[in-house]
């Protein structure tokens, strides 16, 4: 579905005309989530808006006003499972967002936190597929993405729970593929690295404390220090990646990983 070029929600533009198409994406209230959500709504898209943060998704369907699709605020904690599989029927572009973090080593992480992690990031996003796959192969087309990370394909110390879970999502990412394919629907992970989001600042000082390091350092020799490319990805640049696995020239990409870490991964 081609379409003339559409402005953007930062000024960029889009080439893609996803009006008709119903997209959910969740933690949608801030960081990537929002910013993707504007870029799908930019293409023409009907945006189901999916976190626990109400004033969040209050700012984001204001910024929504205008664009050419439409953005609706679907407030929801993914922990309730059934909720979690119920919303996504009837999708036919999901955007598995939500995630938290904390930086622990293993023998003083919280067992009840650990699971949280995991129930959010990898149980949740089985539930929104299932709940997402029975329209999309009804109609011959969906579009799966899976916000991933470089922790995805690499581990970092002190981060158990959201290494286990996002290496989980890796796997979920490739069998829905594999499962998809000859339905027409695809599914890919975006391995983004440290993104200028909420969650990357509230670990600056639980990364200072586990390293023995000023907060101002965190940045450099932590979080930065296998980066090629040294500064923070912003969440617009996932959202573009999030839009052109959306587009028909991206329909021959399923079953891998979009790696956006400036070179963290080459080492």
């Known amino acids: 579905m081609t379409a003339p070029t559409t402005p953007g929600p930062s000024g960029s533009s ?30 023409g898209a009907k945006v189901r808006a999916v976190d626990r943060d109400a004033e969040g998704l209050g700012v984001l369907v204001d910024r929504a006003d205008g664009l050419a699709g439409a953005v609706e605020a679907q407030l929801l904690d993914l922990t309730d499972l059934d909720a979690a599989e119920a919303v996504a029927a009837g999708s036919d572009i999901l955007v598995n967002n939500a995630g938290l973090q904390l930086v622990r080593p293993i023998e003083d992480f919280p067992p009840d936190v650990f699971h949280a992690v995991l129930t959010v990031m990898l149980e949740a996003p089985f539930r929104l ?24 394909l690499r581990a970092s110390a002190y981060k158990s729970a959201y290494v286990a879970a996002k290496h989980g999502l890796e796997g979920l990412s490739k069998t829905a593929a594999l499962e998809g394919a000859s ?28 390293h023995s390091l000023p907060e101002e350092r965190v940045l450099t020799d932590v979080l930065l220090k296998d980066s090629a490319i040294k500064r923070l990805v912003e ?29 963290w991964t080459a080492h």
């Open 14 to 43: 889009v080439s893609l005309d996803l009006g008709g198409r119903t997209a959910l994406v969740t933690g949608a209230a801030g960081g990537i989530g929002r910013a993707c959500a504007l870029r799908l709504a930019a293409a």
């Open 129 to 152: 597929i299932r709940g997402a796959l029975p329209h999309m192969y009804a109609q011959g087309w969906g579009r799966i993405v899976n916000i991933s990370s470089v922790h995805g």
């Open 183 to 210: 339905h027409g629907v695809t599914s890919v992970c975006v391995n983004p690295g440290y993104v200028r989001t909420p969650l990357v600042e509230k670990q600056i000082t639980d990364q200072a404390a586990a």
């Open 235 to 263: 969440p617009d640049e996932v959202a573009g990646a999030v839009l052109y696995l959306c587009s028909p020239q991206a329909s021959f990409i399923t079953g891998t990983s979009l790696a956006l870490d400036g070179g």
